[in-house]
């Protein structure tokens, strides 16, 4: 799926698929790009984000009509108007009968497959780990040899930076312009001379995640204490959490407590359970047998 | 790759919850725990994908349930829970996690503590233990508004008057039943103490629920003494996104 990003969350396998639904398909996008043109101040954002939901409430009819029309009287069997079937056969989504969705105006923003939301859910494999400021410390290492070493303290003593950015998780959601407030992994890497290319990034409960060196460098990475102008609260990964915001959110390892640099790429925790190696939500890679 | 599922039967687990039984012919199994990513298309190519919990055990008829709960707001769960009829096709992803699994060679105690549609996966537990012969002793703490929300209840029910060693506890939190001995409210720590397995036995905990109750379920099972690696969590709800 190595195809630039889809704006409405749809099937980007369908646009690499040889048959005549690819160009339908085409034509389709060319369509929700007009129609993405044409809708601008009719919407307001008025999410409500409860479990599995996209929480909008915003249609835009006028256009979707002009994009279903193509589609009423073949639902849920066929775009082809020879009556071939495509769905199912020939691995196209199948439509679904009686579905139209929501689309929100924001979906330009969202990488495929995405939905928008305003609250901040919470993603753990376990009970919440309390870390004790006076116990804290950030490490980092070569698997061998403690190269940096901050107490909780001399760690907010560095330099920090406030950063908006929007927030992408693998079950689904994102969030549009977060703002929070951490230290910049260039400013924890500053002087350290590396040969490695890999990182595992560690967790207070042994949480790991693997993230490459050079997508925590270039002011790309930071690890966070604040956010929304509060102290990090523990369930979203207080004291402080690694924000890597350009890959999806596990790859941001709550209640971070060092990064290991490695020589080779070494699977984390979700890592080795099913998900992606790298996790890049514009490519839409969440699951390991994702390309 | 997505799989397509045929609907073969619809079952209302309460007026807000259908269970749907999809047959699935290229269905390569799957783990009690796991779930599935279920993508609607609409006739414009728009598709929105949710994630559901199986609540099936694994079988040979390569059949696959899900049980949703309806959002008023959601654009997924009033189609899965109100227009979807029999013979309807569905697309699927998965199974997918590794982590939030049971597997029918674990032999240790089982806690299960679920709230609200935080069932789903645990009954799949339920079910794949019996289904697979399994004898571990397994208890279910089941915290849920009312009785008229509970789900799978009749199934629990038959399952506890034939198989001494499963146990399920359920915790009213907005009304209970005539002369329950627990006044309706949220779990607490004298409930995981009283009803939960002693930590001294290990038992391996799985909590499933809104965030706000993973969050204490899971402190309160700490602070019974139970290792935190051995409590896994799935959340969702207000705060999370699973179902």
Not at chain 2, 26 to 44: E, I, K, Y
């Amino acid at each position: 799926m190595l195809l630039p990003p889809c704006t409405l969350g749809a099937n980007v396998e369908n646009a690499a698929f040889g048959c005549r639904c690819a160009s339908l398909n085409a034509r389709h996008r060319r369509l929700r790009l007009a129609r993405r043109r044409s809708r601008v101040a009719t919407t307001s954002p008025c999410c409500n984000a409860v479990s599995g939901s996209l929480n909008r409430h915003h249609e835009f009819s006028p256009t979707q009509q002009l994009i279903s029309r193509g589609g009423t009287g073949l639902e849920g069997k066929s775009y082809f108007s020879s009556g071939i079937p495509c769905a199912g056969e020939v691995g196209m989504a199948i439509t679904s009968r009686g579905f139209s969705g929501r689309r929100s105006a924001e979906a330009g923003k969202l990488p495929p497959g995405q939905y928008l939301t305003a609250t901040f859910p919470v993603l753990s494999a376990g009970p919440t780990p309390n870390v004790p400021l006076d116990r804290w410390e950030f490490v980092i290492d070569d698997g061998t040899n403690v190269l940096r070493r901050w107490d909780w303290k001399s760690f907010r003593d560095l330099p920090s930076e406030t950063f908006t950015t929007d927030i992408h998780c693998v079950t689904r959601w994102s969030k549009l312009g977060t703002t929070w407030e951490g230290v910049s992994l260039d400013t924890l890497f500053a002087d350290l001379k590396t040969d490695a290319s890999y990182t595992l990034v560690r967790s207070y409960g042994d949480y790991t995640t693997n993230v490459p060196l050079n997508d925590l460098t270039n002011h790309q990475a930071w690890i966070a204490f604040r956010f929304e102008g509060e102290d990090l609260a523990p369930e979203h990964g207080g004291p402080a959490r690694l924000l890597v915001p350009h890959l999806y959110l596990w790859k941001s390892a709550k209640w971070v407590r060092g990064i290991t640099l490695m020589q080779r790429d070494k699977p984390g925790f979700w890592e080795s359970l099913g998900y992606h190696i790298y996790g890049d939500p514009w490519r839409e890679q969440r699951y390991s047998d994702d390309k | 790759m997505w799989r397509v599922g045929k609907v073969v039967a619809l079952h209302d687990e309460t007026a807000m919850a259908r269970t749907i039984t999809l047959e699935v012919p290229d269905w390569p199994g799957h783990l009690a725990g796991q779930h599935v990513d279920v993508r609607l298309t609409a006739s414009d190519g728009y598709s929105a994908v949710r994630s559901y919990s199986i609540a099936s055990a694994p079988n040979s008829e390569r059949r696959v349930e899900l049980s949703v709960e309806r959002l008023s707001n959601g654009e997924v769960s009033p189609y899965l829970t109100r227009e979807l009829v029999v013979d309807d096709r569905l697309e699927l992803r998965g199974p997918i996690g590794g982590w939030f699994v049971w597997r029918p060679q674990q032999t240790e105690p089982i806690q299960l503590v679920a709230g609200g549609s935080g069932i789903v996966p645990l009954m799949a537990m339920i079910r794949s233990r019996a289904s697979a012969g399994n004898t571990a002793p397994f208890r279910l703490l089941y915290s849920v508004r009312e009785p008229g929300a509970v789900w799978y209840g009749a199934e629990l029910q038959s399952l506890l008057d034939r198989d001494q060693s499963v146990s399920v506890t359920y915790a009213y939190t907005r009304a209970a039943p005539k002369n329950w001995p627990r006044p309706p409210s949220r779990i607490d720590a004298a409930l995981i103490a009283n009803t939960t397995w002693p930590s001294n036995l290990v038992p391996t905990c799985y909590v499933c629920g809104p965030t706000s109750f993973v969050e204490s379920a899971a402190g309160l099972l700490t602070a019974c003494g139970n290792s935190p690696d051995k409590i896994r969590t799935e959340r969702f709800g207000p705060t999370g996104d699973r179902r």
